[in-house]
């Protein structure tokens, strides 16, 4: 039986849910930050996971995250909450500065001056984006956490900026501070302006004749797609190490959006996905990143971490998941 306190940021997120439900699990007693007294997540949070009690706080002020840990007193914090699409970051980069950024900083610096830094295990969710894709010349191996960084987007850079204030408080302070580099990760919970979830919900709209086509923009950036529920399990091994350190977690292999695409339609018996999809300028990015691979072996022999989920169950359970999201609605 756990007695262990957690304070989640980002807790309506996707990573938010699975963490919950894992952390409940183990007996934890959980709190989440939610932004907003008009927060339109907050009654979902409620009804959905009444083991958790939400606290009001916002990553751009420091007091309130003072406030946070004070009201909660946790042995692990774990920070998700980010300004987290990358389309999005290239139409609002100062919001994704300030608070994928600059909110990491205020809440290190709210656990270093909370009294009780030497007691909290915090996490920080950074992320493959900061690889760009770029400075690859390993072919086949991946990213591994001393591959050079050369992020692409406005939301890359920040979350740079939060990795290496994370691991600037870690050395500086002795903050018990770990940074998961996850690659792409995906489930039922996904937004559905993310392309996974946009995909996996225009098939199954498709499939129920609600939906003619979809809108995609470029179809062959390669992604290392793993699921959700595998990684939060990964996050949290990483603050049950005596020593704070830094992994990757990925799958180690590759596949396109048209490889979504293909297994997605083949779900709901379409072989040829082609006359469903419409490529639209509108989606192109200003800079895009072709090809990200990730290498978990660290984290694999370290934590003893592992995938559970391949790529064509995490397709067939999303668009399944649609499927009877979809017929559920008028």
């Known amino acids: 039986m756990s007695n262990r306190i957690a304070l989640i940021t980002g807790i309506t997120g996707q990573d938010g849910g699975h963490l919950i439900e894992l952390l409940h699990s183990k007996k934890y007693k959980i709190y989440g930050i939610i932004r907003g007294q008009q927060n339109p997540k907050k009654q979902l949070i409620e009804k959905e996971f009444p083991c958790v009690e939400l606290i009001e706080a916002d990553l751009i002020d420091q007091s309130s995250l003072i406030r946070a840990l004070e009201l909660s007193k946790p042995d692990e ?51 493959s984006e900061m690889f760009g894709g770029l400075n690859y010349n390993r072919p086949g191996e991946g990213y591994d956490e001393n591959a050079l960084f050369h992020p692409r987007s406005p939301y890359g850079v920040a979350k740079l900026y939060a990795h290496w204030i994370t691991k600037n408080y870690r ?9 998961g580099i996850l690659f792409n990760h995906e489930g039922p919970r996904r937004g559905l302006e993310f392309v996974t979830r946009k ?25 290392d797609w793993g699921y959700a529920g595998d990684y939060v399990e990964g996050m949290w091994l990483m603050l049950q ?8 977690l990925a799958t180690g ?62 397709v067939k359970m999303m668009v399944k998941h649609d499927i009877n999201l979809e017929s559920k609605k008028n």
């Open 77 to 127: 914090v774990y920070n998700l909450a980010a300004i987290s699409h990358v389309g999005y970051s290239f139409k609002n980069p100062e919001l994704t500065g300030q608070v994928t950024g600059l909110g990491v900083l205020n809440l290190l610096e709210a656990i270093r001056l909370s009294g009780r830094k030497d007691k909290i295990r915090f996490y920080q969710a950074s992320t």
């Open 171 to 179: 050395e500086s302070y002795g903050i018990h501070a770990s940074c």
């Open 199 to 223: 995909i996996s919900n225009a098939v199954a709209r498709i499939h129920l004749g609600k939906q003619e086509y979809i809108e995609l923009g470029n179809l062959d950036p390669k992604r």
């Open 241 to 248: 190490q005596d020593k704070p350190d830094d992994y990757v």
């Open 253 to 314: 292999e590759t596949h396109s959006i048209k490889d979504f695409l293909e297994l997605a339609f083949k779900e709901v018996g379409v072989n040829d996905w082609k006359p469903y999809v419409k490529q639209n300028k509108a989606f192109l990015r200003p800079a895009e990143v072709d090809l990200l691979l990730g290498n978990p072996a660290k984290a694999e022999k370290v934590l003893g971490w592992k995938r559970k989920v391949d790529f064509p169950s995490l």
